[in-house]
């Protein structure tokens, strides 16, 4: 997730404001900045801790926050195995710590531009008929900001979240994208439950598929123009062609890989 123009962005000290546990492996960490900057939902931030010894370790992290005027940022760490920062902010972080930032980073992965543009602007800019997120674990992150930039900035575009987990102890942001589908219409929500039954009825209990992909797109009731597919190498691979079996083309699919 390193951009390859990161040198030009200057790194920065922030304050850890407040750290909460969202799942049993992920915590949100909410990040004061010294430097506010604007982002766009979908990018990201490199995150740089160095030891008394002068040993340093980086971490590239997506932005959950709404893309808003604020000097706090999200970012959602799930702990990984021999992670050296996701460790650190597991085990060690605290609220008051100084850590090193730079960002915002990325110009790929990224909400579309038209989706939240002025009437006048999107007249001139290429149509948002609806957008599909497909995600698993900590690759809600860069997703979640996009659903909460659509809240503030384009709700009317029909968007479909379609996110994997082991169990529903597992769903990331879960109390916000529940109450999200009850107050907004054209916002769907699917759970792809793996490793124990789903508690509701309009949930799946496998591994996402075309024929699942094809159903969320079905509740849209049109093609999404936008499919953004957020996850481990491994899951990417499986929804993308889950995608592609359920008829969207390559050329609307943009993904982002984490390792592992």
Request: contains cysteine; hydrophobic residues 45%.
């Amino acid at each position: 997730m390193t951009e390859g123009g990161a040198q030009a962005v200057p790194w920065q000290s922030c304050t850890i404001e407040d750290i909460v546990q969202q799942t049993p492996s992920i915590k949100s960490v909410f990040l004061r900045l010294r430097e506010p900057f604007a982002h766009i939902a979908g990018q990201h931030v490199d995150v740089r801790l160095t030891a008394p010894d002068g040993y340093s370790a980086m971490r590239s992290y997506s932005i959950a926050s709404a893309t808003i005027s604020s000097p706090i940022i999200e970012l959602a760490i799930e702990r990984l195995p021999d992670g050296e920062v996701s460790s650190f902010f597991h085990d060690v972080a605290a609220v008051g710590d100084e850590i090193e930032l730079r960002g915002p980073l990325g110009g790929h992965f990224l909400w579309p531009a038209s989706a939240s543009a002025s009437a006048s602007a999107s007249a001139r800019a290429p149509a948002v008929d609806a957008v599909l997120l497909i995600g698993a674990g900590s690759g809600l992150v860069p997703l979640m900001a996009m659903i909460r930039q659509r809240r503030t900035q384009s709700p009317a575009v029909p968007t479909a979240l379609l996110l994997s987990a082991r169990t529903a102890k597992d769903v990331l942001f879960s109390e916000e994208l529940h109450a999200t589908e009850i107050s907004d219409a054209a916002f769907v929500l699917a759970l792809a439950i793996t490793r124990e039954d789903p508690i509701r009825a309009s949930d799946f209990g496998r591994r996402i598929d075309g024929a699942m992909v094809q159903d969320i797109v079905a509740q849209l009731h049109r093609k999404p123009s936008h499919v953004f597919v957020c996850g481990s190498n491994g899951f990417v691979n499986i929804a993308t062609e889950g995608a592609l079996l359920a008829g969207l083309d390559a050329s609307v699919i943009k993904t982002e890989r984490y390792g592992g």
